[in-house]
């Protein structure tokens, strides 16, 4: 048989057989085929706020001071749930892995470290607080935790974590290196992404705005209830030296006066009020704790957003301007070099160095837009934090409902105890 033969055989063969027929179904049903974001989507952040919390827990503990030569070093002692392991720091440790994390992931949030100063007691223990809160920040992030810089700053046990940690970053590079589409993430990108930028980036800078104001208030709220405290300590103390003066009532003084028995009394209420004191602290302490830390863990995370946009717009941006302008320089010069007929050699090193500025300045195209991509993705993150406001609004409310409680229960127990001691003395209670 020909092959022209066989081919309409083929043919015949394929018209006698009846070809299956699409199914449409009921045009109810269409809705269902609508377009889906796919879960593989690179530009999609998808974490949960509570998926984010679970990640790490990191524990940042002083230990004793040791003495130097000249000055008293502090170490800490960072402990990760994920981990599973304690090791010891200095401040030392943690400015090489910020330093080395912000080169690492110059596209990426990177919480600030606190400023290093003379050592003070109330100033050590905000340092504490705040490095915990940038470890907890940078082990929660979607795209560092896992990092080798990380891991080593909160699992290595050796005493050279500063040198582990540079010959780490010398193996890796930065992440535009490291990541897989980093080449390609223009194509991932909306095309108004400039305008989602600007309108996210104000948006973020008014919260953050607001949020300071909410912290100041509730420092003022914790610092009030300290100086409460003190204030009711003080209060019992002056009742005590009251009932403690032994002075002789003068012959002036009318036969019936109360007072040196009332005075006896009032010895016994700075019991009470030592007690209220100690309340007024812990709802200092418990404010503190609950609400200005989680305020200041949330500010430290909208402060490196902020940063974060200042370096797209200072660093990526301003060189590849930079390296434009010295490409139409160059190109300037080589016309010149043309149309005057210099000599070949002169000529030949302008192509070779237009050249190079060419793949210098797609090079920085390409981190541009891989930049972009990073800041979009940084900005689902912040708002993929937002709900913590619930977090914060629980805290305080928890923490009000708590306090009064405690210390109304004390003063309703020095109602009757002080009507007591009134009617002891003869004296009508006002109330």
């Not at 003070?120 to 223990?125: C, N, P, R, Y």
């Not at 020095?414 to 003869?426: A, D, V, Y």
């Amino acid at each position: 048989m020909t092959l022209w033969e066989e081919l309409c055989l083929f043919v015949c063969v394929c018209f006698a057989t009846e070809l299956p027929k699409p199914q449409l179904g009921e045009p109810k049903d269409l809705g269902t085929l609508r377009m889906q974001a796919t879960p593989d989507d690179p530009l999609t952040v998808a974490h949960s706020l509570d998926k984010l919390l679970v990640k790490d827990c990191v524990q940042v503990e002083l230990i004793p001071e040791k003495k130097g030569l000249f000055l008293k070093h502090v170490e800490y002692q960072v402990t990760s749930q994920h981990h599973k392991i304690s090791v010891y720091r200095r401040y030392s440790d943690f400015d090489v892995f910020h330093e080395l994390l912000v080169q690492r992931f110059a596209y990426r949030m990177v919480p600030a470290l606190p400023p290093k100063r003379m050592l003070k007691g109330e100033f050590i223990e905000g340092r504490r607080r705040a490095l915990g809160r940038f470890l907890n920040l940078v082990a929660r992030h979607p795209f560092s935790s896992d990092d080798e810089l990380v891991k080593i700053f909160l699992a290595f046990n050796g005493s050279d974590v500063q040198i582990k940690l540079r010959d780490a970053y010398k193996r890796m590079g930065d992440e535009f290196i490291t990541n897989r589409i980093a080449t390609q993430a223009k194509e991932y990108l909306p095309t108004d992404i400039q305008n989602q930028f600007s309108a996210s980036r104000e948006l973020i800078r008014n919260i953050h705005n607001s949020f300071q104001k909410l912290r100041d208030r509730a420092e003022k709220m914790a610092e009030r209830s300290k100086e409460n405290a003190t204030d009711l300590l003080m209060f019992g103390r002056e009742l005590s030296t009251l009932g403690s003066d032994a002075s002789s009532i003068p012959p002036l003084a009318s036969s019936q006066s109360t007072w040196a028995t009332l005075r006896k009394s009032l010895k016994g209420l700075s019991v009470e009020f030592a007690l209220l004191s100690d309340k007024a602290a812990q709802q200092g302490r418990r404010e503190e704790d609950d609400v200005v830390e989680k305020l200041n863990f949330f500010l430290d995370l909208l402060q490196s957003y902020r940063d974060l946009c200042e370096r797209h717009e200072k660093g990526v941006l301003h060189e590849h301007q930079r390296a434009l302008q010295k490409y139409s320089v160059m190109k300037r010069q080589m016309m010149s070099a043309t149309a005057q007929s210099k000599e070949q050699v002169s000529v030949e090193q302008l192509e070779s160095r237009i050249v190079q500025q060419e793949n210098a300045i797609q090079t920085m195209e390409l981190r541009n837009y891989f930049s972009l991509f990073c800041l979009h993705q940084e900005t689902q993150l912040i708002f993929t934090y937002l709900p913590m406001t619930y977090h914060i609004l629980g805290a305080f409310v928890k923490s009000q409902v708590q306090g009064h409680t405690e210390m109304g229960e004390v003063w309703n127990d020095l109602q009757p105890k002080l009507g007591f001691l009134f009617s002891n003395n003869g004296i009508q209670p006002p109330y």
